[in-house]
Nanobody, 123 residues
Framework: QVQLVESGGGLVQAGGSLRLSCVAS????????MGWFRQAPGKEREFIAA????????DYADSVKGRFTISRDNAKNTVYLQMNSLKPEDAAIYYC????????????????WGQGTQVTVSS
């Protein structure tokens, strides 16, 4: 059974930082791109960032470029999202996902979804 489990969310003041983690189990994702998405109340899920399995190419939404960094540890089947300079508009439930390609993740196509982790940013 494939599972994606996100963690690391919480409450942070504007300008602060958080690091999200997503651990994948049930299969090896080392040859799949992995990505992060978010969904705020009343809004559609949006693409945030993605990383290929090799050679670690990355893709970011314009809204987070320069503030967020995605990375992965294939040995741990884990993808991370370092979020700096957080803004109130970054508040949402953050999800990780996986797809064979960055292209698919950019189009919010994931083979699996986790339960998400809540990020709240106070102004």
């Amino acid at each position: 059974q494939v599972q994606l489990v996100e963690s690391g969310g919480g409450l942070v003041q504007a300008g602060g930082s958080l690091r999200l983690s997503c651990v994948a189990s049930g299969r090896t994702f080392s040859r799949y791109a992995m990505g992060w998405f978010r969904q705020a109340p009343g809004k559609e899920r949006e693409f945030i960032a993605a990383i290929s399995w090799r050679p670690n190419s990355t893709d970011y939404a314009d809204s987070v470029k320069g503030r967020f960094t995605i990375s992965r540890d294939n040995a741990k089947n884990t993808v991370y999202l370092q979020m700096n300079s957080l803004k109130p508009e970054d508040a949402a439930i953050y999800y990780c996902g996986t797809n064979p390609t960055l292209y698919g993740l950019r189009r919010i196509r994931s083979d699996y979804w986790g339960q998400g982790t809540q990020v709240t940013v106070s102004s």
